[in-house]
C-alpha cells in the first residue's frame, strides 16, 4: 500500500516539474529568436556639407524604417555647415523624434548648424569641455551692380543674384527660423531670452548647461543608457548605423572648405552661399 503511494507521488511530482521546466525551456527557445533592442549610433565628425549631409540622412532614415532600431545617438563634432543641408537633415531629425527618441552626445563641438540639429533631439549631453552654441547665420554679401563691358546681362542683377536689401532680409528670416527650432527644441530648459540666443556666442559646455542650451554632462555610456531609458528598454545592443545604411565603414571627408596653396583645408567656405557655421578668430582674415 505504502509502495503505491509513493509511486503516485513521485508521478505527481514529476508532472509538476514537467509543468515548470517546459515553459521555461519554451520561453528560452522563444527568445532565441527574438531580437534584442538597439540604440543605432550616427556619427558626425566634420562639417554639414552635401556629402555628409546624405550619409547623416541614409542613417537617420535607416533608423525610422526598422523597428529594432528603439532609439538613436547622436555623436556631434561639427562646426555647422550650409544653411540648406543643415536644414534637410534637421528635418529628417525631427520626423524621427517624433517616433523614437534621440539623444545628441556632443564630444568635441555642436556649434551653429551642428547645434542646430541638436535642437531636433530629445536630450543633449555634453563634456565641460565642449564647445556648444554659436547661434545664428553668416554670409558674403553680394557685390553691388556695375556695368562689366565684356559682359552683357539680361537684367541688373543676372551677375549678383539679389540686392545686397534682399540678401540681408533672407540672413535675418533664417536667424529667426534658427531661433525658433531652438526655442521649440529646448523649451522651458532655455535660461536666456533670445536676444542672448542670437549673439552667436560660442559656450563651453559648463555655460552652455547653466544657459540651459544643453540637459546633462556625460559620457558615451551615459548617452547611450539616457536613450535607453527614454526608450523604455533594456540588454540593448549599440549598432553603428553606417554600415547598416548602405555606407562605406569610414566617412568620406567634406571638400567644402577653403584650400591653402598647400592643399591645406582652412576653416572658410570654398564657395558663395548662407552657412550656419562657425569659423573660429585663430583662421585669420577671410582668403
Known amino acids: 500500500m505504502d509502495s503505491k503511494v509513493d509511486k503516485n507521488d513521485g508521478l505527481t511530482l514529476g508532472a509538476v516539474l514537467l509543468l515548470i521546466v517546459l515553459p521555461l525551456v519554451a520561453g528560452l527557445a522563444v527568445a532565441m529568436f527574438i531580437p534584442r533592442p538597439k540604440i543605432g549610433v550616427i556619427f558626425l565628425d566634420d562639417a554639414i556639407f552635401s556629402g555628409s549631409a546624405r550619409e547623416l540622412n541614409a542613417q537617420i532614415i535607416y533608423a525610422q524604417n526598422h523597428p529594432e532600431i528603439k532609439a538613436v545617438v547622436l555623436v556631434l563634432n561639427t562646426p555647422g555647415g550650409t ?38 533631439t530629445e536630450f543633449i549631453i555634453a563634456k565641460a569641455s565642449s564647445e556648444v552654441g554659436n547661434i545664428g547665420v553668416i554670409g558674403v554679401l553680394p557685390d553691388q551692380p ?34 525658433q527650432a531652438v526655442v521649440l527644441g529646448r523649451g522651458k530648459k532655455l535660461k536666456i531670452p533670445p536676444e542672448i540666443v542670437l549673439r552667436g ?63 591645406v583645408n582652412t576653416a572658410y567656405p570654398s564657395q558663395a552661399g548662407v552657412y550656419m557655421l562657425y569659423i573660429p578668430p585663430s583662421s585669420g582674415g577671410v582668403p
Open 83 to 120: 544653411v540648406s543641408d543643415s536644414e534637410s537633415v534637421y528635418r529628417e531629425l525631427v520626423h524621427l523624434r517624433a517616433s523614437k527618441p534621440v539623444v545628441t552626445l556632443v564630444e568635441g563641438m555642436a556649434a551653429s548648424g551642428g547645434y542646430y540639429l541638436a535642437s531636433a
Open 146 to 179: 556695375t556695368v562689366i563691358e565684356q559682359i552683357y546681362s539680361t537684367g541688373p542683377y543676372k551677375l549678383w543674384g539679389q540686392p545686397r536689401e534682399t540678401f540681408v532680409r533672407e540672413l535675418e528670416m533664417l536667424k529667426q527660423g534658427f531661433l
Open 201 to 263: 556666442e560660442i559656450y563651453s559646455g559648463g555655460e552652455a548647461l547653466q544657459l540651459g542650451l544643453i540637459d546633462a554632462f556625460g559620457s558615451t555610456s551615459d548617452a547611450y543608457d539616457k536613450a535607453a531609458q527614454l526608450a523604455k528598454i533594456a540588454h540593448y545592443r549599440i549598432e553603428n548605423l553606417r554600415v547598416p545604411a548602405g555606407l562605406a565603414e569610414k566617412a568620406s571627408s567634406s571638400l567644402g572648405f577653403f584650400q591653402t596653396h598647400e592643399g
